[in-house]
């Protein structure tokens, strides 16, 4: 069975972080041994929430107790997404650093969560710059959308073929698989949306339409399912059209119901058994 060490957020109610995540996993058949860097009644785009911030060592503490379970030489995967602060993120490190010497075949999937299109940076200030200094250099995946492409490649795209050269760039800081998601390029529809999935120059790319629905916790899950579908494949192409799948079905019921919380649960199926598929264009 595989085994993913997920260090991210956690909400009591509705679906971010470690409760976007987790489950889907889960559902895949994958064991899970989720480390919360926050625990918030839900999350903060309600505009109020109550709950705390943990700091690094209350992370590194967690690792430590599991490392005393002999464990982690079967962990295949850490997954980060959210980082509230520099010192979580060296903490993740951290934890990337502990159970790769216990399992050198290990991967880290790094979500760079740093800010998107319409709203700019939203993380704290020095996040931007951990993620491209420290964090995404220690990943083997990362998955971040168009905003935090070009934030991490240090330029701007509008064309295909900017894009893969910022692609190539990210992937010369460390990552040998890059999934990039809410691409919209000069060739993309209006009415739909483009995930690339890049690895050893090769170019994989998934078109589906632009769903009506604005919730948070998507990126998460996406990250969470396509690392799943890249451990059982070890192929972006077919990871990615797995995952595409899978979130679109996600957001579609989600749109369906007017819900303002992905509907993690409810949408359970679609994990397992996608109700629509999308062709995979190697481009």
Same mark, same amino acid.
């Given at each position: 069975?595989?085994?993913? %060490?997920?260090?991210?957020?956690?909400?009591?109610?509705?679906?971010?972080?470690?409760? @976007?995540?987790? +489950?889907?996993?889960?559902?895949?058949?994958?064991?899970?041994?989720?480390?919360?860097?926050?625990?918030?009644?839900?999350?903060?785009?309600? $505009?109020?929430?109550?709950?705390?911030? #943990?700091?690094?060592?209350?992370?590194? &503490?967690?690792?430590?107790?599991?490392?005393?379970?002999?464990?982690?030489?079967?962990?295949?995967?850490?997954?980060?997404? =959210?980082?509230?602060?520099?010192?979580?993120?060296?903490?993740? /490190?951290?934890?990337?650093?502990?159970?790769?010497?216990?399992?050198?075949? @290990?991967? =880290?999937?790094?979500?760079?969560?740093?800010?998107? /299109?319409?709203?700019?940076? #939203?993380?704290?200030?020095?996040?931007?710059?951990?993620?491209?200094? /420290? @964090?995404?250099?220690?990943?083997?995946?990362?998955?971040?959308?168009? =905003?935090?492409?070009?934030?991490?490649?240090?330029?701007?795209?509008?064309?295909?073929?900017?894009?893969?050269?910022?692609?190539?760039?990210?992937?010369?800081? $460390?990552?040998?698989?890059?999934?990039?998601?809410?691409?919209?390029?000069?060739?993309?529809?209006?009415?739909?949306?483009?995930? !690339?999935?890049?690895?050893?120059?090769?170019? +994989?790319?998934?078109?589906?339409?632009? %769903?009506?629905?604005?919730?948070?916790?998507?990126?998460?899950?996406?990250?969470?399912? +396509? %690392?799943?579908?890249? !451990?059982?494949?070890?192929?972006?192409?077919?990871? !990615?059209?797995?995952?595409?799948?899978?979130?679109?079905?996600?957001?579609?019921?989600? &749109?369906?119901?007017?819900?303002?919380?992905?509907?993690?649960?409810? @949408?359970?199926?679609? #994990?397992?058994?996608?109700?629509?598929? +999308?062709?995979?264009?190697? /481009?």
């Amino acid at each position: 069975m595989v085994a993913v %060490l997920s260090i991210q957020s956690h909400v009591a109610y509705g679906h971010v972080g470690n409760a @976007a995540a987790v +489950f889907p996993l889960q559902r895949l058949g994958v064991e899970v041994w989720p480390v919360h860097t926050v625990q918030f009644s839900n999350h903060t785009g309600y $505009g109020e929430w109550r709950g705390r911030v #943990f700091d690094g060592p209350s992370i590194e &503490e967690v690792v430590q107790g599991i490392a005393e379970r002999g464990v982690l030489g079967g962990c295949d995967a850490v997954l980060s997404g =959210y980082l509230g602060s520099a010192d979580i993120g060296h903490a993740v /490190v951290q934890a990337v650093q502990r159970v790769r010497a216990a399992n050198p075949a @290990a991967v =880290y999937c790094c979500d760079p969560v740093i800010g998107d /299109v319409g709203r700019g940076v #939203f993380v704290r200030p020095g996040i931007p710059e951990f993620m491209r200094e /420290v @964090a995404v250099p220690a990943a083997d995946i990362v998955t971040p959308n168009h =905003y935090e492409l070009h934030a991490l490649s240090e330029r701007t795209t509008r064309t295909l073929a900017e894009v893969t050269d910022a692609v190539a760039a990210v992937q010369a800081l $460390g990552p040998r698989v890059v999934l990039t998601t809410s691409l919209d390029t000069a060739d993309t529809p209006p009415d739909c949306v483009d995930l !690339l999935a890049s690895e050893g120059g090769r170019h +994989f790319r998934v078109r589906t339409p632009r %769903l009506d629905v604005a919730v948070n916790g998507a990126g998460d899950a996406i990250a969470a399912l +396509f %690392l799943a579908h890249w !451990l059982e494949s070890r192929d972006a192409g077919l990871a !990615l059209g797995r995952a595409a799948a899978a979130v679109y079905g996600l957001l579609k019921r989600t &749109e369906d119901a007017g819900a303002r919380e992905i509907l993690v649960v409810a @949408a359970q199926e679609e #994990f397992v058994a996608p109700s629509r598929t +999308f062709d995979v264009d190697e /481009v």
